[in-house]
């Protein structure tokens, strides 16, 4: 499958997920074993064997939710667009999104379709201010 | 300043993040505001002026640690490299090495030099099983 943008991609990724479609999943990942993809807390997962058990395992385990995705920074180049995005997840009937979760997405260019290479999503703290946080906490 | 290779930009940012030494993190960085850097549970950074300001804070804030680091992926590109890394801290008189902080880091290649565009850090909960997690902790 090919997507023409990496909005297209990317919503497609956001569909799979949420409709927890494995195959509609693994389309929207490169075609090739350099991808890797990392899940809250999680180690990375790399290459499409690996990134497909860690999403069915996931599916398996996840009950219904809905998730709204904004974006907070993108890089545009070429062949690569590398987008940040805020994921709220709303699960089961709970009518409030649970917070953030924070994730770093690249999509690369491969002849004329754009496809994911890397996912690496990691808690938010909201209202967090790195700043004044001091060594014996997270340091960096 | 440029840096010949990726690996020669990353020695310089986590000596740079060791030695607590803002002119030479900010030497590492690509010089333009597309650069962004996400401190652990902490939100995108984006910029510069903004970037900077969260290494003055943190390297005020924080005492004497050393940074260990090891590479877990890498996905290289003609232009960009991009490599997720494993930092282990360790803080002041410790002999142990706080949890692991998993980085995702990108790195551009401008004329003849690397510098980096974005640092994605998360933490990374030792021997975490995403597959087995339930909705009700962190989803996804």
């Given at each position: 499958m090919n997507f023409p943008t990496p909005e297209a991609a990317e919503s497609a990724f956001y569909a799979a997920f949420q409709t927890r479609n494995l195959e509609a999943m693994m389309a929207?990942?490169?075609?090739?074993?350099s991808i890797v993809c990392i899940h809250p807390m999680a180690a990375p997962l790399d290459g499409r064997a690996a990134v497909a058990a860690g999403w069915r395992s996931m599916f398996e385990a996840a009950g219904q939710f809905r998730v709204h995705v904004e974006i907070a920074h993108e890089i545009r180049e070429t062949t690569q667009v590398l987008r940040i995005v805020r994921e709220f997840l709303v699960i089961g009937r709970e009518s409030e999104p649970r917070p953030p979760i924070l994730a770093t997405n690249l999509y690369r260019k491969e002849g004329e379709g754009w496809h994911l290479v890397l996912h690496h999503a990691s808690p938010l703290q909201v209202g967090g201010t790195p700043a004044t946080r001091t060594p014996a906490a997270v340091l960096h």
């Amino acid at each position: 499958m090919n997507f023409p943008t990496p909005e297209a991609a990317e919503s497609a990724f956001y569909a799979a997920f949420q409709t927890r479609n494995l195959e509609a999943m693994m389309a929207v990942w490169a075609n090739d074993d350099s991808i890797v993809c990392i899940h809250p807390m999680a180690a990375p997962l790399d290459g499409r064997a690996a990134v497909a058990a860690g999403w069915r395992s996931m599916f398996e385990a996840a009950g219904q939710f809905r998730v709204h995705v904004e974006i907070a920074h993108e890089i545009r180049e070429t062949t690569q667009v590398l987008r940040i995005v805020r994921e709220f997840l709303v699960i089961g009937r709970e009518s409030e999104p649970r917070p953030p979760i924070l994730a770093t997405n690249l999509y690369r260019k491969e002849g004329e379709g754009w496809h994911l290479v890397l996912h690496h999503a990691s808690p938010l703290q909201v209202g967090g201010t790195p700043a004044t946080r001091t060594p014996a906490a997270v340091l960096h």
